[in-house]
T-cell receptor, first 109, second 119 residues
Framework: TQLLEQSPQFLSIQEGENLTVYCNSS?????LQWYRQEPGEGPVLLVT?????EVKKLKRLTFQFGDARKDSSLHITAAQPGDTGLYLC?????????FGKGTRLSVIA | GAVVSQHPSRVICKSGTSVKIECRSL??????MFWYRQFPKKSLMLMAT?????????EQGVEKDKFLINHASLTLSTLTVTSAHPEDSSFYIC???????????????FGPGTRLTVL
């Protein structure tokens, strides 16, 4: 069974601070997705990483896929209240996606 | 990105009634759709994989007679919660896989979810 460990589970920070969310597994994934979910809504796809070592940037968000394609990180620079939400990583190796437990981020103004 | 719609967004029903939730891929064809359940402040729990033209594959512990899934076309899957009880109250989310995307990405796009409340 493929598992994704996501940490931290909860994070409360002040506006302007930086943070990193980690997603780790002992399994290799062919690709990994990061989603953000706001209360009462479905998850929205932020990025997909496919190649080991790949780094993708989405404005203040930086996503990295580990060289061995077993782990990934999400770094947010200068967090803003609008970044508040549940961040989910999901790995693709077999059907369907394997989800981490999520990181609930709260950015306080 | 690909768009997935879900209807209704909210439903309140009496115990013992059945509720049908629709999931549609609006701008792409989805041979595979997924149904998830989400409890408050928790991650998504996969209930079943819906395959167009064939029977759904249910995850362990999910009653297939309780949660009926039909994937009659390449753009529509339905989840029917039969004889609903208060413990079935939850947030149900569907997703669809877009195979048009570049190979290896295996991206799933999610609907906005349906909040079911059983009285």
């Amino acid at each position: 069974t493929q598992l994704l460990e996501q940490s931290p589970q909860f994070l409360s920070i002040q506006e302007g601070e930086n943070l990193t969310v980690y997603c780790n597994s002992s399994s290799v994934f062919s690709s990994l997705q990061w989603y953000r979910q706001e209360p009462g809504e479905g998850p929205v796809l932020l990025v997909t990483v496919v190649t080991g070592g790949e780094v993708k940037k989405l404005k203040r968000l930086t996503f990295q896929f580990g060289d061995a394609r077993k782990d990934s990180s999400l770094h947010i620079t200068a967090a803003q209240p609008g970044d508040t939400g549940l961040y989910l990583c999901a790995g693709s190796g077999n059907t369907p996606l394997v989800f981490g437990k999520g990181t609930r981020l709260s950015v306080i103004a | 990105g690909a768009v997935v719609s879900q209807h209704p967004s909210r439903v309140i029903c009496k115990s013992g009634t059945s509720v049908k939730i629709e999931c549609r891929s609006l701008d792409f064809q989805a041979t595979t759709m997924f149904w998830y359940r989400q409890f408050p402040k928790k991650s998504l729990m996969l209930m079943a994989t819906s395959n167009e033209g064939s029977k759904a594959t249910y995850e362990q512990g999910v009653e297939k007679d309780k949660f009926l899934i039909n994937h009659a076309s390449l753009t529509l899957s339905t989840l029917t919660v039969t004889s609903a009880h208060p413990e079935d109250s939850s947030f149900y989310i569907c997703s669809a896989r877009d195979y048009r995307k570049r190979e290896g990405r295996n991206e799933q796009f999610f609907g906005p979810g349906t909040r079911l409340t059983v009285l």
